[in-house]
């Protein structure tokens, strides 16, 4: 069965430090998604990407964050100062259009 | 913005009983409705999905009823067995600016008691 891959599935960082997390989605997908789940809280929408590009994003992504998908399997989220309030569990996902969303098992990040 | 209420928070089922979870959407062009499952340390599972030109759709113990008109949409789960033991999220999305965004419920944690 096909699935998306995320790395690393943990990830200590310090604040104000830099972290990029990554993601393999499905190979014949077409959009790909981050989202956020802080502990024990719903999962949240952060970006969508479509076409080499960012097709929405919410509120959430600010400044900070960066999406890029460098070669044609890596899809890449990028916070450039992490902050306390960024520890979370991020979530990778891909479709082929507006159909089932495939996620990953997510990285948990802790910023210290 | 758009939103989607889910209730209740947290469900206790005896074994063998029927569960049912409910949400409602604010976004009438949404029409596509999935149901995930997520256990714990993991991604959320697809479980199942129904779309807006569908009212009910049933996948063995699992079932889904959408009311486009009241915009509420329920998943049902009989004959629980402790294995259903997760939390299940309801989701709902529609095509905005090339973006399928899934809007999340607030999650449901169910119990199934042996």
């Known amino acids: 069965e096909p699935e998306v891959t995320q790395t690393p599935s943990h990830q200590v960082t310090q604040m104000g430090q830099e972290v990029i997390l990554r993601c393999v989605p499905i190979?014949?997908?077409?959009?790909f998604y981050w989202y956020r789940q802080i502990l024990g809280q719903k999962v949240e929408f952060l970006v969508s990407f479509y076409n080499n590009e960012i097709s929405e994003k919410s509120e959430i992504f600010d400044d900070q964050f960066s999406v890029e998908r460098p070669d044609g399997s890596n899809f890449t989220l990028k916070i450039r100062s992490t902050k306390l309030e960024d520890s979370a569990m991020y979530f990778c996902?891909?479709?082929?259009?507006?159909?089932?969303?495939?996620f990953g098992q997510g990285t948990r990040l802790t910023v210290v | 913005g758009e939103n989607v209420e889910q209730h209740p928070s947290t469900l206790s089922v005896q074994e063998g009983d029927s569960a049912v979870i409910k949400c409602t959407y604010s976004?009438?062009?949404?029409?596509?409705f999935p149901w995930y499952k997520q256990e714990l340390g993991k991604g959320p599972q697809l479980i199942i999905d129904i779309r807006s030109n569908v009212g009910e759709k049933k996948d063995q113990r699992i079932a889904v009823t959408l009311n486009k008109t009241a915009k509420h949409f329920s998943l049902h789960i009989t004959e629980t067995q402790p294995e259903d033991s997760a939390v299940y999220f309801c989701?709902?999305?529609?095509?905005?600016?090339?973006?399928?965004?899934?809007?999340f419920g607030s999650g449901t944690r169910l119990l199934v008691r042996p």
């Open positions: 996902a891909s479709t082929l259009g507006n159909t089932e969303a495939f």
């Open positions: 190979s014949n997908h077409l959009y």
């Open positions: 989701a709902a999305s529609g095509r905005q600016d090339s973006s399928y965004k899934l809007i």
């Open positions: 976004d009438s062009a949404s029409n596509y």
